[in-house]
């Protein structure tokens, strides 16, 4: 079943990109899914949720919310976060309005709307250099990128042992080694 899902989602992102695409390898990356972050949310969390613990909790069967600290692109913030099992899944943070205004899928087990998944390469998870974006303040150095197809929905990609430029995104060639690291939803984004 593992690899039937590996040889599946292989085929989805060959089908979407340009160039070759690189399969996921089961020790990077998880193929069992738990949830899926599409445009509309995760579970029955999505735009107008209250953001109080039981309505959060609708994320995942099982869920357990927690308080966390955690950075956002601009600064660290404490928030709620679902567990499943003991494994962090997504951190939510609230709007004015008392609702949730902003979702960050960081768990394997979690699926973009693509089939995007943490520990990807941005080949793996079919976005190019035109897509992205140089992050700022804490994300510093890093590539946020427009999901394919999505509007509310962004891949954030950290280059492991990068030493800049961070005034700019990336060259080409640094992006190769870039990996998923968070998925991000945000209504209208």
Not at 54 to 73: C, D, F, M, Q
Not at 92 to 108: C, I, L, N, S
Not at 148 to 153: A, H, L, M, T, V
Request: with cysteine; proline share 4%.
């Amino acid at each position: 079943m593992a690899r039937l899902t590996v040889l599946l989602l292989s085929l989805a992102l060959a089908s979407c990109g340009s160039g070759a695409v690189e399969p996921p390898s089961e020790d990077r990356v998880s193929v069992t899914t738990w949830l899926v972050m599409t445009d509309d949310g995760v579970g029955e969390v999505a735009h107008g949720t209250p953001y109080r613990g039981a309505a959060l909790a609708g994320v995942a069967p099982g869920a357990e919310v927690r308080s966390i600290e955690t950075a956002k692109e601009d600064a660290t913030a404490w928030t709620h976060a679902a567990f499943v099992g003991e494994v962090q899944a997504v951190q939510f943070f609230e709007g004015r309005d008392g609702t949730v205004a902003e979702m960050h899928g960081v768990a394997q087990h979690l699926a973009g709307p693509n089939g995007e998944r943490i520990g990807m390469t941005m080949r793996q998870a079919g976005v190019g250099r035109r897509d992205c974006r140089n992050g700022r303040r804490l994300w510093r150095g890093m590539a946020v990128c427009r999901a394919r197809g999505s509007k509310n929905i962004e891949l954030v990609f950290a280059i492991p042992q990068y030493d800049g430029p961070f005034d700019r995104l990336a060259s080409a060639e640094d992006l190769e080694r870039a990996e998923l690291q968070r998925i991000v939803w945000r209504p209208n984004a």
